[in-house]
């Protein structure tokens, strides 16, 4: 499609559920980011995808999150035994795919995000 | 550490009159410079990219200007309008290991209300 499309809009998740966040990038784009924004403050890098390469995951608390671009699926985050601190909007971006520099020139077209309450 | 630093916090203006927005960045190495609006419940929208070698570019009635000597960007809003109400995003994209990777650094933004 023509847009980054991000569902659920909402999930609200007891303390130590999980949860799953879906995104589908925009077709033809190659890089797939994801980013938490908590309380409208800035935005918190997670993790990256070239296609269904993890490219960079530096951003990613190891111990609960987890990330995954399958070939003909959209790309998941998910987060076990969720804590009140996951509560945040989170984003997925894409980019295209371009010969010098990831991304470098190229605008990360974002989604609506989701916005994931934990109670 | 790569910060970028945004100014005002927040700003009320009336419509139809001018506003500038202030960015200050200490990412290097530089690549480029990116402006994004966000709506209340939406996700950031590119406004401007900015390289190096750039020191103006327009969109509309948004001007962003970049002077990568000082490290400092604004972005200039003219006649604004009741929809321009919202969040101003300064990003600036650094190069990160030798395969020249872009690694992005968001400041917190400029929350901007337009009142009529």
């Known amino acids: 499609g023509e847009e980054v499309a991000q569902t659920p809009k909402h999930l609200v998740r007891g303390e130590g559920q999980k949860a799953k966040l879906y995104c589908a990038p925009i077709k033809g784009h190659s890089y797939v980011f994801w980013y938490q924004q908590v309380l409208k403050n800035e935005f918190k890098f997670l993790i990256s995808f070239q296609n269904e390469n993890v490219f960079d995951e530096t951003g990613m608390p190891k111990e609960r999150f987890s990330a995954k671009c399958l070939p003909n699926s959209p790309c998941s985050l998910e987060i076990q035994a969720t804590k009140l601190e996951d509560s945040a909007v989170y984003f997925c971006a894409s980019s295209q795919l371009i010969s010098a520099g990831v991304g470098s020139n190229q605008p990360q077209h974002f989604g609506d995000g989701t916005r994931l309450s934990i109670l | 550490k790569n910060q970028v630093e945004q100014s005002p916090q927040s700003l009320i203006i009336l419509e139809g009159k001018n506003c500038t927005l202030q960015?200050?960045?200490?990412?290097?190495?530089?690549?480029?410079l990116r402006w994004y609006k966000q709506d209340t419940g939406r996700g950031p929208v590119s406004l401007t990219i900015m390289t190096f070698s750039e020191n103006t570019k327009s969109n509309g009635r948004y001007t962003a200007t970049l002077d990568a000597d000082t490290k400092q960007s604004s972005l200039h809003i003219t006649a604004s309008q009741l929809s321009d109400s919202a969040s101003y995003i300064c990003?600036?994209?650094?190069?990160?290991?030798?395969?020249?990777?872009?690694?992005?650094?968001f400041g917190k933004g400029t929350m901007l209300l337009v009142s009529p």
């Open positions: 990003v600036v994209s650094g190069i990160k290991g030798s395969g020249g990777y872009s690694t992005l650094t």
């Open positions: 960015c200050n960045y200490t990412v290097s190495p530089f690549s480029n």
